[in-house]
């Protein structure tokens, strides 16, 4: 676990809901015409489509961030606590 | 060159030692910043395709806003108007469906060119490599060969370095906003767009995506590139499980080149107990993902080729036979037969032609005209003056046909249906929206229950097109 590099936790975040978050924006927008949804908001189509995407890659970052951070071993979080308390720098090893 | 050596390097020196300290060297290295590849030019018959293929598809990408088809854009997904150009076709939020099927066409096809050739489309098509390809191509001409490229990033901060970054910096940028310009000239029409973009002109959303567009293509060609085959992409972590033991991979011969090691050119080989492989590292130095392929075949290995023209340049040189590095297959490694033809291709291939083939139908035998009942939302019905029932609906109708048509409009389902409309010519011209009002009313003795299922049929008057669209008809409760 902890030998993933950053850019691939980064990565595992942004990037699967880049991916969703465009299916989604395909879907949703074919469904459902965002100009008579949104049909009180000043906004063109465009503009539209552009905010249900960058909302749907939201939520999906939001879930993949969260699917992360839960996947932490117990291990991880009590090995954590423990260097936090001793403060020491035997944390190394 | 010590650096690249030193690349598949580790992992033998990890496993002579043992203990802890290998896993934290290990932990360590895979911790640390990513090491800069740096590709060594290549020349050869797979260089040349690869050229090929960017130029072919990066010429594609760039050309086809550009093309008009009957005075208009060739080629447009017009997101604001909803409708889609492709050549002399034009498709609406209705026909998702072929999406769908494109995207499924697509899907096979690369399982089948996968299972036959392995990753020819990482090597050759990929946009990731396209545009990496013509981003290191700028950085070659701007930096030098790859000896000067990693002597610059070693020098200490010059006025020269400085000058030479910012211009490679400031070429990949234009290149990156041409490309956000042209992506966006896919779905907002192009020449408006361009002549827009120069003078500061586009709307608001359309430049968020040019320069989204070009931050994507400027941080994934030229700083992520081998990182997304390894981190983003889904094939590269799947295509495994469409290979087998016939399937074309590019691999170092291991009977022929072992033991490796430098020697003369003039040296007899076989009375110095070595293989072909004269361990130059070239293949390695080439290689994009920075693998050595002599390791035998690894997950990030895009199959571009390029070790196949170093090596082959380098056995030329040396006097030897080509083809220690080359495109082969397990089977013929272990010197057995390879097959072609085999269930896996043959089911791929008869999937994808019967799909293919389906889509083709569909599409040209799809229905030029399309209808939608929207029924109106503000009340359920109402009475007429006359005690009869009305419903009001709203009748969309598209005419998706390349000439103008007439139609007549009906409907059924409910004994004594009358339909009032406001104009008795439905006329349609092609590529045309029209919402027709329509009043449906009923004496209410015919009513049977509160919600009816009614129907409205339209026929073209000059042509054989009939569809039938389904609705409701609310009533008064149940008497």
Redesign the interface.
Same mark, same amino acid.
């Given at each position: 676990m *902890?030998?993933?590099?950053l850019?691939?936790r980064v990565?595992?975040i942004l990037?699967p809901s880049f991916i969703t978050a465009g299916i989604a924006t395909?879907l949703f927008?074919?469904a459902f *015409?965002p100009a008579v949804v949104f049909i009180d908001h000043d906004i063109?189509?465009?503009?539209l489509?552009?905010i249900s995407f960058f909302l749907f890659w939201a939520f999906g970052a939001i879930t993949a961030a969260a699917t992360c951070y839960f996947l932490k071993p117990c291990e991880a979080i009590n090995k954590a606590r423990m260097a936090m308390s001793e403060n020491t720098d035997s944390v190394k090893e | 060159m010590s650096k690249d050596a030193s690349i598949a390097e580790p992992k033998v020196s990890d496993t002579k030692e043992g203990g802890s300290q290998v896993d934290d060297a290990?932990?360590q290295s895979?911790?640390a910043k990513?090491q800069k590849i740096y590709p060594r030019e290549v020349h050869g018959l797979f260089a040349a395709l690869r050229t090929a293929g960017v130029a072919i598809l990066l010429g594609l990408y760039y050309i086809v806003p550009w093309l008009q088809w009957d005075g208009r854009q060739a080629v447009l997904f017009d997101?604001?108007e909803?409708k889609f150009y492709v050549l002399n076709m034009v498709f609406w939020?209705q026909d998702?469906f072929y999406?769908t099927l494109l995207l499924i066409v697509s899907a096979l096809g690369l399982f089948f060119v996968t299972a036959l050739a392995g990753r020819v489309w990482c090597g050759y098509a990929c946009p990731q490599t396209v545009w990496t390809e013509a981003f290191l191509w700028i950085e070659r001409k701007v930096e030098g060969s790859r000896p000067r490229q990693m002597k610059l990033d070693k020098e200490p901060n010059s006025f020269r370095k400085i000058r030479i970054k910012a211009t490679k910096h400031f070429l990949w940028i234009v290149f990156a906003l041409f490309t956000g310009l042209t992506f966006v000239g896919y779905?907002?029409p192009m020449r408006e767009l361009a002549a827009n973009f120069v003078t500061f002109n586009n709307?608001?959303?359309?430049m968020?995506?040019i320069y989204f567009y070009a931050l994507a293509t400027y941080g994934n060609a030229g700083w992520?590139r081998e990182?997304v085959c390894?981190?983003?992409c889904p094939y590269a972590r799947f295509q495994s499980a469409m290979f087998d033991k016939d399937t074309m991979i590019i691999s170092f011969d291991e009977s022929r080149g072992l033991p490796k090691g430098p020697r003369k050119k003039t040296a007899d080989k076989t009375a110095a107990g070595l293989g072909d492989c004269i361990d130059c590292t070239i293949c390695v130095q080439v290689c994009p993902t920075g693998i050595d392929i002599r390791d035998g075949l690894q997950y990030q290995c895009i199959g571009c080729a390029a070790c196949i023209d170093a090596c082959d340049d380098v056995m030329d040189k040396m006097g030897y036979e080509r083809g220690l590095i080359r495109y082969t297959t397990e089977n013929t490694l272990q010197g057995k037969h390879t097959h072609i033809f085999r269930p896996r291709v043959i089911l791929y291939a008869m999937i994808l032609m019967g799909v293919t083939a389906g889509a083709f139908y569909s599409i040209l035998t799809r229905t030029p005209v399309a209808m939608d009942v929207i029924r109106d939302r503000n009340s359920l019905y109402r009475e007429t003056n006359d005690g009869l029932i009305e419903n009001v609906y709203i009748i969309k109708l598209m005419n998706m046909d390349k000439q103008a048509h007439t139609y007549s409009l009906s409907v059924q389902g409910i004994p004594e249906l009358l339909l009032k409309k406001d104009i008795d010519d439905i006329s349609v011209k092609s590529g045309e929206v029209i919402e027709l009002p329509v009043r449906v009313q009923v004496d209410a003795d015919n009513l049977k229950q509160r919600s009816n299922e009614i129907s409205f049929t339209l026929d073209a008057l000059d042509d054989e097109l009939h569809i039938v669209e389904d609705a409701r008809f609310l009533g008064p409760a149940f008497k």
């Amino acid at each position: 676990m *902890d030998a993933i590099p950053l850019i691939q936790r980064v990565v595992a975040i942004l990037w699967p809901s880049f991916i969703t978050a465009g299916i989604a924006t395909v879907l949703f927008t074919t469904a459902f *015409d965002p100009a008579v949804v949104f049909i009180d908001h000043d906004i063109s189509r465009m503009g539209l489509y552009t905010i249900s995407f960058f909302l749907f890659w939201a939520f999906g970052a939001i879930t993949a961030a969260a699917t992360c951070y839960f996947l932490k071993p117990c291990e991880a979080i009590n090995k954590a606590r423990m260097a936090m308390s001793e403060n020491t720098d035997s944390v190394k090893e | 060159m010590s650096k690249d050596a030193s690349i598949a390097e580790p992992k033998v020196s990890d496993t002579k030692e043992g203990g802890s300290q290998v896993d934290d060297a290990v932990e360590q290295s895979l911790y640390a910043k990513r090491q800069k590849i740096y590709p060594r030019e290549v020349h050869g018959l797979f260089a040349a395709l690869r050229t090929a293929g960017v130029a072919i598809l990066l010429g594609l990408y760039y050309i086809v806003p550009w093309l008009q088809w009957d005075g208009r854009q060739a080629v447009l997904f017009d997101l604001p108007e909803r409708k889609f150009y492709v050549l002399n076709m034009v498709f609406w939020p209705q026909d998702f469906f072929y999406l769908t099927l494109l995207l499924i066409v697509s899907a096979l096809g690369l399982f089948f060119v996968t299972a036959l050739a392995g990753r020819v489309w990482c090597g050759y098509a990929c946009p990731q490599t396209v545009w990496t390809e013509a981003f290191l191509w700028i950085e070659r001409k701007v930096e030098g060969s790859r000896p000067r490229q990693m002597k610059l990033d070693k020098e200490p901060n010059s006025f020269r370095k400085i000058r030479i970054k910012a211009t490679k910096h400031f070429l990949w940028i234009v290149f990156a906003l041409f490309t956000g310009l042209t992506f966006v000239g896919y779905f907002s029409p192009m020449r408006e767009l361009a002549a827009n973009f120069v003078t500061f002109n586009n709307g608001p959303w359309e430049m968020f995506w040019i320069y989204f567009y070009a931050l994507a293509t400027y941080g994934n060609a030229g700083w992520l590139r081998e990182q997304v085959c390894m981190y983003m992409c889904p094939y590269a972590r799947f295509q495994s499980a469409m290979f087998d033991k016939d399937t074309m991979i590019i691999s170092f011969d291991e009977s022929r080149g072992l033991p490796k090691g430098p020697r003369k050119k003039t040296a007899d080989k076989t009375a110095a107990g070595l293989g072909d492989c004269i361990d130059c590292t070239i293949c390695v130095q080439v290689c994009p993902t920075g693998i050595d392929i002599r390791d035998g075949l690894q997950y990030q290995c895009i199959g571009c080729a390029a070790c196949i023209d170093a090596c082959d340049d380098v056995m030329d040189k040396m006097g030897y036979e080509r083809g220690l590095i080359r495109y082969t297959t397990e089977n013929t490694l272990q010197g057995k037969h390879t097959h072609i033809f085999r269930p896996r291709v043959i089911l791929y291939a008869m999937i994808l032609m019967g799909v293919t083939a389906g889509a083709f139908y569909s599409i040209l035998t799809r229905t030029p005209v399309a209808m939608d009942v929207i029924r109106d939302r503000n009340s359920l019905y109402r009475e007429t003056n006359d005690g009869l029932i009305e419903n009001v609906y709203i009748i969309k109708l598209m005419n998706m046909d390349k000439q103008a048509h007439t139609y007549s409009l009906s409907v059924q389902g409910i004994p004594e249906l009358l339909l009032k409309k406001d104009i008795d010519d439905i006329s349609v011209k092609s590529g045309e929206v029209i919402e027709l009002p329509v009043r449906v009313q009923v004496d209410a003795d015919n009513l049977k229950q509160r919600s009816n299922e009614i129907s409205f049929t339209l026929d073209a008057l000059d042509d054989e097109l009939h569809i039938v669209e389904d609705a409701r008809f609310l009533g008064p409760a149940f008497k």
